[in-house]
């Protein structure tokens, strides 16, 4: 136990001392610059929206790509300013971020195609945030495009991360109006034309008031015809996403008009044969 009494007590409280004032300034300034940054690129990027009519998806990708690489550039320095508290030598942690730079260049060949994959969906304006895609068999709206991964959130609420290399075919569904597609069965001892005729005048009452239709909706005719029904489509297009409201809204005036004229809309029926008890004994 003779060696703790060699320690130097106050050297060495001295020292923890100035390290946890080191470490204290430098989270402080970490956190108000990263929060003073971060305000920077979001006004930055509004004002280029504004001014250059940069569309407000696109102006969201850059920004959250910018706070990105803005986050990942500070993180490297604080951890660097850590490190140099301790006494180590910065410049060989700098050389050694160089040297694993190069390994991940030859070894971590996913990583580099994340990162180029990534470049060129940006560069290319493939996708953008909040437009509805399809992406490696999913659906969903796009919340974020990152360097490495692209963020979507499925219509079920599931987050996907895909890793941008994956992104080998991408379908953007909203670079142009939508398509409605309502069909609507009527029985088959029904006059068709008439049955036509209801739904079209109801067709035209829903678009006269709902700005979201863009087109139509148009009657175009029997589609099917079906074991007990004779199906009729009905095709509108709409603006981007709102195609499955204007569905339903067209479902149900579809219903109501026929339901209006006596026009029957077939189900299943149930037929249930009761015999005599006295007839069974």
Known sequence: MDWIQTIDWQALGTKA??????????????????????????NSFSKMSEKQNIGEGRAATLERLALNVFSYILLFILATLIVGIFEYDVTALIAGAGIVGLAVGFGAQGLVSD????????????????????VAGLDGVVEEVGLRTTRIRGFDGTVHYIPNREIGSLSNHSRSNMRALVDISIAYNENIDQAMDIMQR???????????????????GVQTLGDSDVVIRILSQTANMEQWAVERDLRKAMKESLDEYGIE?????????????????
């Open 17 to 42: 001392l100035t390290v946890g004032l080191q470490l204290a300034g430098i989270l402080i300034a970490f956190f108000i610059i990263r929060a003073l940054g971060k305000k920077m690129i979001s």
């Open 115 to 134: 990162i180029v994959t990534g470049f060129f969906i940006l560069l290319e304006k493939q996708l953008e945030v909040e437009e509805y895609v399809t």
């Open 202 to 220: 109801a067709c035209d009452r829903v678009a006269e008031n709902d700005e979201r239709i863009k087109e139509g909706p148009h009657v175009v």
């Open 265 to 281: 809309i077939p189900f299943p029926h149930q037929v249930n044969l009761y015999k005599n008890e006295k007839e069974a004994e």
